[in-house]
């Protein structure tokens, strides 16, 4: 008589739970820093879409920067308590994600200023060695080239390892949304998916190095 593991409905819904409690007490926490502070805004609709899109192993939050002072070197010694709460809130994330449309072929001044507040001082920089990925929005058809680039640039200097492929540049913004701000336009949907997805496993694999 064989002898053998009887599998039932039970015990495979125990397994089922057990790997999802897993899989959520590893999941990733990505900070999401959007370059426009418009309410209605295509960079924070893709934002929006990328979060609900987003795989299990990730949690998107996005942390809000509209109300971050200007960096000032001079105030260091007694940094302001909105500086130290953006930098306690990268520091706890796994990695960062950058969304912005383009202004004068870069960055929008706030999140410039987001990021050189967050970078500093430089030996204690927030962002340092933290996965990245960058994605840039506009409702033309150069899709923020240039600010997704300049950006890049930047990572680079902050030591953060960045998604390089997919590109993500998402032109033509004011036609891929209903009313309600949801996303209706399949093919960018895929995209955005294959994006989040892929973000996803460069997250793990940097993190996987970095240990």
């Known amino acids: 008589m064989a002898c053998g593991v009887r599998v039932t409905r039970d015990s495979t819904n125990y397994e089922n739970r057990k790997s999802y409690q897993v899989l959520m007490a590893n999941?990733?926490?990505?900070?999401?820093?959007?370059?426009?502070?418009?309410?209605?805004?295509?960079?924070?609709?893709?934002?929006n879409a990328l979060i609900k899109l987003a795989p299990p192993s990730v949690v998107l939050e996005i942390v809000d920067i509209g109300g971050v002072s200007l960096y000032n070197q001079d105030l260091e010694p007694s940094a302001p308590r909105d500086w130290l709460a953006l930098r306690d809130?990268?520091?706890?994330?796994?990695?960062?994600?950058?969304?912005t449309p383009e202004y004068n072929r870069s960055v929008p001044g706030v999140l410039k200023n987001a990021i050189d507040v967050a970078s500093r001082p430089r030996e204690s920089n927030a962002f340092n060695g933290k996965p990245g990925a960058v994605i840039s929005v506009s409702p033309g058809v150069l899709s923020g080239f240039g600010a997704n680039h300049h950006l890049r640039q930047m990572l680079v200097f902050l030591n953060v390892p960045t998604m390089q492929q997919p590109e993500a540049y998402i032109g033509g913004a004011a036609k891929l949304f209903d009313e309600s701000g949801n996303l209706t336009n399949d093919s960018t949907r895929q995209f955005l998916q294959n994006?989040?997805?892929s973000f996803a496993r460069w997250i793990e694999l940097i993190l996987a190095g970095n240990r």
């Open 27 to 47: 999941q990733r926490k990505v900070a999401v820093l959007i370059g426009s502070l418009r309410r209605e805004s295509f960079t924070r609709k893709v934002a």
């Open 89 to 99: 809130k990268l520091r706890a994330a796994d990695a960062v994600l950058f969304a």
């Open 195 to 197: 994006f989040v997805d």
